[in-house]
């Protein structure tokens, strides 16, 4: 796959915050990229500055090879679907459509074949002639990408698309949005808050915290891999755990050792202090004393497919979350165990001054 | 019983508010000059209104002026908030905080301070005088009407014409222009109305030999008022009534229609 956005340390400011600070971005033709991020993180700007809303204050974008850094919103081959769709209130649905194709002088027949092909593959044929203040939210949805499709964009911004629908809708709009992403053949650039949304859609996520991207990689390397404590909790439950590596490929946490499978060749010699994760269903519930360790549960929810319960360790001040099909109570005291491969190392966040040592070197 | 005294209530208010005006009404037909005895029905204070050069002239003045301040109040007002769109917001409040002091100001101290101006610039006032104070103090409506209709949204709207291919022109014609036209026609109407309503800022403004229908009455009652006046006023109030019926009835005929 051939690149097809590339950012290059883009640095934004405004007023005497800074939004995004150095942000290195690559997408591929064709590809699923999502950014993840809690609000306030970046991501809208990181998108206005490739749909050419803002100018970055630093740093460049590249669009087919092409430094398109200053050229306005209007010259660019990049159509976006806004947060809150953005329709054109005083025009009708097909009015709508039509606005990308009457601005460069479309024929009419042209302009007319192509509304019907786009509100088909939207599945709202017919709507044409409807006003917008008639049409639902999930219609509008629709009608904001068909608008921005019918111009063929080789690239796809998507502004939070799916925030405003409720939950049902929003699952049944991921397929939707999967299926005219293969349709059409071309690259959708997606933004969310939303980490399931992220994962089921993507090829590839890239997760950003305060105008920095913490980690990049297809949604099974996020969920599994994860670089850090922040994409560790912002991506799914888990347990996040403060140890230490104690020998090669042993890592201590709160008092009992663990065999791991990360040592010296991933970063991590014995004696350095280190974060772990372990997601709350990779926790295997033992008998009593068989386990690598034992603990109360001390609460229980029932969440749909499973159980969610907090347990509190023997050893220490640990509460554990664990996620599990069988239906243990409350009080009971259990042994739990966790394989090698599901504890993640993380490397612990730089303290202020370390980060500035590294800086000099 | 409740209903009843309901009812009187209502009519007791709608007594108050339109018997003046359907004394007006009868006397305007008033065969005699007087303003307290009916000799007969008779159209002759109408035949006097058309016939009177001083009351067509003032009619003429007053409804020109109304709409030549209208119309360059509400250009100004819709360009002012175009203008202050594009400013940081600190700035845009303390604009909009000196838009609302001429509205609080009483009309005398602005009718007062308009003709000081022209005294002090030699601008012999007349006309076209009171067409510069018009548009002015019409300006701060227009531009408190148009301005809410200029929000986060009509940026959005604007944002995305672009991202669809128009040049700001374009999004600006097609788009945002057709977001600000109800606050645009409102600022249009209130100033055209408020405009024909003035008359202390008209009578420090204008010059000798001038006059709008407000000022002419106003002179006129020192000399004895014609009931041809009467006729005047009468015709107005049904001009009015009629917009306002017409108005409404298409209103609601479009609200049906949703």
Redesign the interface.
């Known amino acids: 796959m051939s690149e097809l956005i590339r950012l290059e340390s883009i640095v934004k400011r405004f007023d005497d915050t800074v939004v995004l600070n150095g942000i290195d971005l690559s997408v591929a033709e064709n590809e699923f990229v999502t950014l993840l991020g809690p609000s306030g993180c970046g991501k809208t700007t990181t998108l206005r500055i490739i ?3 803002e100018k970055p204050d630093e740093g460049r974008v590249f669009f087919d090879g092409k430094d398109i850094t200053d050229m ?4 660019r081959h ?3 679907v ?1 947060q ?1 769709y ?5 025009m009708n649905v097909g009015e709508n459509i039509a ?2 194709m009457r ?2 002088n479309k024929p009419e027949q042209y302009i007319k074949d192509k509304i019907k092909y786009a509100l088909k593959l939207v599945n709202l044929d017919g709507f044409e002639n409807r006003r917008i203040d008639q049409l639902s939210g999930g219609q509008q949805q629709r009608i904001a990408m068909a ?2 499709i019918v ?1 063929e964009p080789r690239v796809l911004l998507l502004d939070e698309p799916l925030g405003a629908l409720d939950l049902k809708l929003r699952q049944e709009m991921q397929y939707e949005l999967v299926r005219l992403k293969k349709e059409l053949g071309i690259t959708f650039l997606y933004i969310t808050h939303d980490q399931e949304e992220a994962l089921t859609m993507s090829d590839k996520v890239v997760v950003m915290n305060e105008g920095y991207i913490q980690q990049e990689g297809t949604p099974e390397q996020i969920y599994d891999e994860p670089v850090n404590a922040f994409v560790a909790d912002f991506i799914g439950d888990s347990n996040i755990l403060d140890g230490q590596m104690i020998a090669e490929r042993v890592v201590r946490i709160d008092g009992v050792d663990y065999p791991c499978i990360d040592g010296t060749e991933q970063g991590f010699p014995p004696g350095r202090p280190v974060d772990v994760v372990i997601r709350p269903e990779d926790i295997d519930i033992m008998p009593y004393g068989q386990g690598q360790f034992n603990g109360t549960i001390i609460s229980k929810l029932f969440i749909g497919v499973h159980y969610e319960m907090l347990v509190q360790s023997e050893n220490g001040e640990i509460e554990w979350l664990l996620q599990n099909y069988d239906q243990h109570d409350v009080g009971e005291k259990i042994g739990m165990k966790v394989d090698p491969e599901n504890i993640q190392i993380m490397h612990k966040p730089k303290s202020e001054a370390e980060s500035a040592r590294e800086l000099d070197l | 019983m409740k209903k009843i005294f309901g009812r009187i209530y209502i009519l007791i208010i709608m007594l108050f508010l339109y018997l003046p005006i359907l004394t007006l009404i009868v006397l305007s037909f008033n065969e005699a000059k007087s303003m307290s005895v009916w000799t007969g029905f008779s159209l002759r204070w109408y035949q006097e209104l058309f016939h009177s050069k001083i009351m067509m002239g003032a009619i003429a003045n007053t409804f020109s002026i109304a709409i030549l301040a209208a119309l360059i109040a509400t250009i100004v007002g819709t360009m002012a908030v175009l203008g202050m769109a594009a400013m940081k917001q600190r700035t845009e409040n303390v604009l909009m905080a000196f838009n609302n002091i001429p509205m609080l100001n009483a009309d005398i101290v602005t009718g007062i301070a308009l003709m000081l101006f022209f005294l002090m610039i030699h601008w012999p006032r007349g006309y076209m005088t009171i067409l510069f104070s018009h548009a002015t103090f019409c300006i701060p409506y227009v531009i408190l009407s148009v301005k809410p209709r200029m929000n986060k949204n009509t940026d959005r709207l604007f944002e995305a014409a672009l991202d669809l291919g128009a040049s700001e022109k374009y999004a600006f014609r097609k788009i945002v222009l057709p977001e600000l036209k109800p606050g645009i026609m409102s600022g249009f109407l209130l100033s055209f109305t408020m405009s024909v309503d003035d008359f202390i800022i008209t009578y420090f403004t204008r010059g000798a030999g001038i006059n709008t229908i407000s000022t002419l009455i106003y002179s006129e009652v020192k000399i004895g008022i014609r009931p041809s006046l009467f006729a005047l006023s009468t015709i107005i109030f049904v001009v009015a009534l009629v917009v306002l019926i017409t108005v409404n009835l298409r209103q609601s005929r479009a609200d049906r229609a949703v």
């Open positions: 749909g050419g809303f306005p919103a209007n010259q990049i159509n976006t806004f809150n953005a329709l054109f209130p005083h606005f990308s601005v460069r608008r921005a111009n």
